[in-house]
T-cell receptor, first 109, second 113 residues
Framework: KNEVEQSPQNLTAQEGEFITINCSYS?????LHWLQQHPGGGIVSLFM?????KKHGRLIATINIQEKHSSLHITASHPRDSAVYICAVPLGSNYQLIWGAGTKLIIKP | KAGVTQTPRYLIKTRGQQVTLSCSPISGHRSVSWYQQTPGQGLQFLFEYFSETQRNKGNFPGRFSGRQFSNSRSEMNVSTLELGDSALYLCASSLEGFTDTQYFGPGTRLTVL
């Protein structure tokens, strides 16, 4: 069993739809990362959170440490949101990140 | 504040050659990690350096090596290149390690012919 599982693997939606991407993990963690990778390859850190909820623009990330689950939401989705969204958890500050397989999101106009 | 820079951005080599890639982290960041990404694959962790010491290592053969200098700049070296080494190589820097926000460079795209 993978230590970090994301769902769905692929998601196609219409512009304006509310998007939810899920991440479940089996290891004990102190923080979780959400990152975005565009087709050109560049990776951008969206959020790092250890509890509760964070919001940046149309993006919202939540985490439930007890249930070992995090979600990334996109409100009023736009074609420019099309990218691969990845969650990653560190085993500790000194240990490598365990990466999810990524969710490929396509937003159609 | 300048972002993470990687040089070169593109590189073409032939089998058997060696290559050195460079990563300059954000000023003040002491942790630099390296990743390999092949087409359609996720990120594969190569290694992480912190204060000039390799602190973590992924499951790659010894042909892959790296180092970090006192100014936190890092290099990775691949010797005896194989066709399967063709990939996008990404580095990321952070203040102290993996519980800090990771800042990625644009990557070096290596093609081995």
């Amino acid at each position: 069993k993978n230590e970090v599982e994301q769902s769905p693997q692929n998601l196609t939606a219409q512009e304006g739809e509310f998007i939810t991407i899920n991440c479940s993990y089996s290891v004990g963690i102190s923080a979780l990362h959400w990152l975005q990778q565009h087709p050109g390859g560049g990776i951008v850190s969206l959020f790092m959170l250890s509890s509760g909820k964070k919001k940046h623009g149309r993006l919202i990330a939540t985490i439930n440490i007890q249930e070992k689950h995090s979600s990334l939401h996109i409100t009023a989705s736009h074609p420019r949101d099309s990218a691969v969204y990845i969650c990653a958890v560190p085993l500790g500050s000194n240990y490598q990140l365990i990466w999810g397989a990524g969710t490929k999101l396509i937003i159609k106009p | 504040k300048a972002g993470v820079t990687q040089t070169p951005r593109y590189l073409i080599k032939t089998r058997g050659q060696q290559v050195t890639l460079s990563c300059s982290p954000i000023s003040g960041h002491r942790s630099v990690s390296w990743y390999q990404q092949t087409p359609g694959q996720g990120l594969q962790f190569l290694f992480e350096y912190f204060s000039e010491t390799q602190r973590n290592k992924g499951n790659f053969p010894g042909r892959f090596s790296g180092r970090q200098f006192s100014n936190s700049r890092s290099e990775m070296n691949v010797s005896t290149l194989e066709l399967g080494d063709s990939a996008l190589y990404l580095c990321a820097s952070s203040l102290e390690g993996f519980t800090d926000t990771q800042y990625f460079g644009p990557g070096t795209r290596l093609t081995v012919l």
